[in-house]
């Protein structure tokens, strides 16, 4: 799929930075579960934190193809930096898609300048691919309104400044979730557990506990109950970005595997050179692009504004099994190394099963394209 120019020189602006800015912070930051601020920086110098801000609001305003194409350079570099954009995009997106004037100009070109950083929390303990079932409660009183609850697996848990929150305003009436921007600082707001992760180490994913934080009604985002119906028309945008985090990823193991091959010798002749390895790369390589045009069918149909929840499901399931398979392979192509924090394939193996898990599973995925299919 052809890309215009402006499109491919941001590609490569952000390639460039991935490779040199990104990349070199991953080892260190998946062994000590750190966040690497100065990269986050150096994105929000490029602009890349704006990249769902409105022009008036200090931001870029990309199309859905050149967010596509963002994410899935800088998840070359490193998933978890991928992961901690993409939902800063969802927080600025529910600001700029359904905030009024006040509500924009408040947060969003602080945010756009990436400070602070913004977070998404949908998802509860008991609440994950049906959201509807979540227990947190946004009860008004006079102009305020009082939250108590608790959100789990919150991407940017620590990190974030401003928070998303989707919560309900009456316990026991799903259809009454409604959205919420909750400064992070606000009385009663703690940061709870941080998750000790398989991968995407170096993104922070905590809880949130929400203990009598009252917050005034002007900060609600939504009409009371239309909350849910919020979230899945972001979630569409947000799924076609994890599917081209995942061809990043997956762009990335190939890429390793196919330095590897040519270089370790195995029989006297490269592993290039073995029938075997050459269809494994063979197999990698189409995966990798069926992928990519996937995603990129998915952003182009978005930006031509027609309903994308089939095809943003469609790309982020394929996407992310796609990349799961392509970092296996990658750490078989590398044999016993493979399996060694000294080789990045290790850490690619890790970060890729969060793929087909999170912003839906693939189950969740498979059940949004079954529907369609049927209608
Ligand atoms: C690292 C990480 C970061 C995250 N970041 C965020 C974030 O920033 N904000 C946020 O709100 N959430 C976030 N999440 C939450 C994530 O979106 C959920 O984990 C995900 O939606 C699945 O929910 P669950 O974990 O409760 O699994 P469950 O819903 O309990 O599912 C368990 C299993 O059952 C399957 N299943 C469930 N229902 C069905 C069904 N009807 N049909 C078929 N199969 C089904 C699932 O596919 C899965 O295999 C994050 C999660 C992780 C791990």
Redesign the pocket.
């Known amino acids: 799929m052809n890309l215009s120019d402006e499109q491919q020189a941001i590609r490569d602006v952000v390639r460039e930075f991935a490779v040199e800015e990104i990349r070199p912070t991953a080892e260190e930051c998946d062994a000590d579960q750190t966040f690497p601020e100065e990269v986050w920086d150096g994105l929000a110098d490029l602009d890349m934190t704006s990249l769902t801000v409105p022009e008036e609001y200090g931001g870029l305003d990309v199309d859905r193809l050149t967010y596509s194409i963002v994410n899935e350079e800088v998840a070359y570099g490193q998933l978890a930096v991928a992961?901690a954009l993409s939902?800063h995009s969802?927080a600025t997106s529910c600001i700029a898609e359904f905030g009024d004037e006040d509500q924009k100009e408040r947060w969003l070109p602080d945010m756009a300048e990436g400070r602070p950083v913004g977070?998404?929390?949908?998802?509860e303990?008991q609440?994950?691919?049906?959201?509807a079932e979540m227990t947190t409660e946004a009860k008004r009183e006079g102009d305020e309104y009082v939250i108590n609850g608790k959100?789990?697996?919150?991407?940017?848990?620590h990190r974030a400044g401003v928070v998303v929150l989707?919560a309900k305003t009456d316990r026991d009436d799903p259809r009454s979730v409604t959205q919420f921007v909750v400064p992070k600082d606000a009385d009663g707001l703690e940061v709870g557990k941080k998750?000790d992760?398989l991968g995407?180490r170096a993104?922070d994913?905590t809880t949130l506990v929400f203990e009598d934080v009252r917050i005034p009604a002007e900060n609600r985002l939504t009409e009371e109950g239309r909350g849910l119906s919020a979230a899945f028309h972001i979630l569409n945008g947000g799924r076609i970005g994890i599917a081209s985090q995942s061809v990043g990823l997956a762009q990335s193991a190939l890429d390793e595997a196919v330095a590897y091959a040519q270089d370790r010798e195995q029989f006297d002749q490269p592993l290039s050179e073995i029938q075997t390895i050459r269809h494994k790369l063979a197999d990698m390589q189409t995966q990798v692009q069926a992928a990519r045009l996937l995603t990129r069918d998915a952003a182009r149909r978005d930006d031509e504004g027609e309903n994308v929840e089939m095809a943003a499901s469609m790309a982020k399931y394929f996407a992310s099994e796609a990349a799961v398979d392509v970092a296996n392979e990658a750490v078989q192509i590398h044999g016993g190394y493979g399996y060694t924090t000294d080789f990045d394939v290790e850490r690619l193996y890790r970060d890729s099963k969060?793929l087909p898990?999170?912003?839906?599973?693939?189950?969740?995925q498979?059940?949004v394209i079954a529907r369609n299919v049927l209608e």
């Open positions: 992961t939902v969802l977070a998404f929390a949908l998802s303990p609440a994950g691919s049906n959201p959100k789990q697996w919150i991407t940017n848990g989707f998750e992760k995407l993104s994913t969060i898990i999170y912003e839906g599973t693939s189950e969740i498979k059940k």
